[in-house]
C-alpha cells in the first residue's frame, strides 16, 4: 500500500492543476494519527490554498478551510492559528476579494471563540481590523481595534501590542483625531522600547510618527523620522538574502512588493517635506543619493517635476506635472494635501507679485498673467484680503482689485497706554509710603 509521503511526492510532481488537486484531495481527507503524516497534511492544505490563489478562487479556499474544522480540534493550537491565518493571506493575493476576507475572519473568530482559541481569535481580530480600515469602515475598525486593545494591554504580548497601536494610529490618522492618534502611537514605541521589535515594524512606526509631523506642519521632524523609516524600508528591500527568503512562495512575494511599495511612497513624503521646507534644491542630491537612486521611476520622477516647478514659482509647469503624473499623485491622500498646500502658496506669491505694481487693476488681466479663470483668480484674492496678505477691495461691478499702500502702525496709542500704566504704578508706590509716613 502507497504511504501518504508516497502519494505526496507523486502528486508534487505532477503538471497538471486539476490532478494536482485531485491527489491533494485525497490526502487531506486521510485520517491519521501518525505525526510525520499529519504534518504532510498540513503541507498539502497550504499547497491547496496556494492553486487556488493561483487560479482567483477565494471562495475554495473559505471552503476547504470549512471543511478542515475537526482536523484543527486535532492540532496544537499554535500550528492550526498559523494554517488559518495563512489561508486567508492567500485570499488577500485576489484582487477585489476584501469582502470575501472580512466574512471568512469573522467566521474564524467566532470557530475561535467558541474552540476557546484566544492566541488565534485575537490575530484575527487586529487582521479584522485592518481589513475594515482598508475597507474605509472606520467606525468598525475603531471598535474591534479598541477592544482587542484593551484585552492585549493586560497580556505580556508586546509585539501583538505593538501592532494593534500601528492599527489604531492609522485608524485615528483616517478619522483626523491626531491628539488621539499620538497617544496611540506613543503606546507603540512604550511597549517596542521594551522588547525587540523587528524593523519593519520599527520602519511603521518611524512613517507613521512623520505623518503625524506633517498634520502638525512639523516638516523638519517629519523628514527626520521619514528618513529613518526609509532606511528600515531600504535595508530589506535591497538585502539579497531577505529577497530570496520573501520570494519562497506567493504570500511572501505579495509582502516583499507590499515592503517595496511602503519605501517609494516613504521617499516620495521625504522628498515633499524637504519641498515644504523651502529647499527644493536639495531633492536632486537626495534622488542621486546611493540608496534612493535603487528607486527611481515614475513614483519619484513625478516629486522631481513638482520640485522644479516649485523652484521657478511656475503654476503653469506644476499644474502639467500633477496632470502627466495623476495616478502617482493624487491618490494617496497624504500627497494629495500637502500638493494642494503647495499649490496654494504657489498662488499666493505669484499673486502677490503681480499685483505689485498696481494700485488698481482689472481682476482678468490678473488671470491672463498667471494663465488660470478669473473666477478662481477673484476668489483666491478675496481670501488674502480677508487673511490680511494685503489690503484692499474688490470692485466686482468694474471687476477690479483695488490696492491700498500698506499704512504703518501709528504707535502713540500703545506708547500712551504704556506710560499711564507706569504713572499708575509710580502714584501708587508715592501714595502708599505717604500713607506710612502718615
Not at 494554517?83 to 467566521?107: A, G, Y
Not at 491622500?333 to 487693476?361: A, D, H
Request: with cysteine; proline share 2%; hydrophobic share 40%.
Amino acid at each position: 500500500m502507497i504511504s501518504l509521503k508516497e502519494k505526496y511526492q507523486k502528486a508534487k510532481q505532477n503538471k497538471n492543476e486539476k490532478e494536482i488537486l485531485k491527489e491533494y484531495q485525497e490526502i487531506i481527507q486521510t485520517k491519521t494519527e501518525n505525526e510525520e503524516e499529519i504534518k504532510i497534511k498540513e503541507e498539502t492544505i497550504i499547497e491547496i490554498g496556494e492553486i487556488f490563489a493561483k487560479l482567483g478562487f477565494g471562495e475554495n479556499i473559505k471552503n476547504l478551510m470549512d471543511s478542515l474544522q475537526d482536523f484543527f480540534l486535532q492540532l496544537p493550537k499554535a500550528r492550526t492559528a498559523k494554517i488559518v491565518r495563512k489561508l486567508i493571506e492567500l485570499i488577500n493575493q485576489i484582487p477585489n476579494s476584501i469582502d470575501l476576507q472580512i466574512h471568512v475572519c469573522s467566521h474564524w473568530i467566532d470557530w475561535a471563540k467558541k474552540e476557546k482559541r484566544s492566541y488565534l481569535r485575537q490575530r484575527l481580530e487586529s487582521k479584522l481590523a485592518s481589513l475594515y480600515l482598508e475597507n474605509t469602515n472606520f467606525q468598525m475598525a475603531l471598535t474591534t481595534i479598541t477592544n482587542l486593545a484593551k484585552e492585549v494591554k493586560k497580556l505580556d504580548d508586546k509585539l501583538l501590542l505593538i501592532e494593534v497601536n500601528l492599527i489604531e494610529t492609522k485608524i485615528h490618522i483616517e478619522l483626523k483625531n491626531i491628539p488621539k492618534a499620538k497617544a496611540s502611537l506613543t503606546s507603540a514605541r512604550t511597549s517596542a522600547n521594551a522588547v525587540y521589535c523587528p524593523p519593519l515594524l520599527q520602519s511603521e512606526m518611524d512613517k507613521l510618527s512623520g505623518i503625524l509631523h506633517i498634520h502638525e506642519q512639523d516638516f523638519k521632524t517629519a523628514f527626520s523620522y521619514f528618513f529613518e523609516s526609509f532606511e528600515g524600508y531600504s535595508t530589506i528591500v535591497l538585502d539579497p538574502k531577505l529577497k530570496k527568503k520573501y520570494s519562497d512562495n506567493i504570500v511572501g512575494q505579495t509582502k516583499f512588493k507590499f515592503i517595496e511599495k511602503e519605501a517609494i511612497s516613504t521617499l516620495k513624503y521625504m522628498l515633499l517635506t524637504k519641498i515644504m521646507m523651502e529647499h527644493p534644491e536639495e531633492i536632486h542630491g537626495i534622488v542621486n543619493g546611493k540608496v534612493a537612486s535603487k528607486f527611481t521611476g515614475r513614483e519619484i520622477d513625478c516629486i522631481v517635476k513638482i520640485s522644479e516647478a516649485y523652484s521657478e514659482r511656475s503654476l503653469h509647469k506644476f499644474n502639467e506635472a500633477i496632470k502627466e503624473y495623476d495616478k502617482e499623485l493624487q491618490e494617496d491622500p497624504i500627497i494629495k494635501n500637502l500638493l494642494n498646500s503647495l499649490y496654494e502658496t504657489m498662488l499666493e506669491q505669484n499673486l502677490l507679485r503681480l499685483i505689485e505694481p498696481f494700485s488698481r487693476v482689472e481682476i482678468s488681466h490678473i488671470a491672463d498673467l498667471i494663465k488660470l479663470d478669473t473666477k478662481t483668480v477673484e476668489t483666491k484674492l478675496s481670501q488674502m484680503i480677508l487673511d490680511k496678505k494685503f489690503e484692499g477691495i474688490l470692485d466686482q461691478g468694474a471687476g477690479c482689485l483695488i490696492i491700498y499702500d500698506e499704512t504703518i502702525p501709528d504707535e502713540t496709542y500703545k506708547l500712551s497706554i504704556e506710560i499711564m500704566e507706569n504713572l499708575n504704578v509710580v502714584i501708587g508706590s508715592l501714595y502708599q509710603k505717604a500713607k506710612g509716613l502718615n
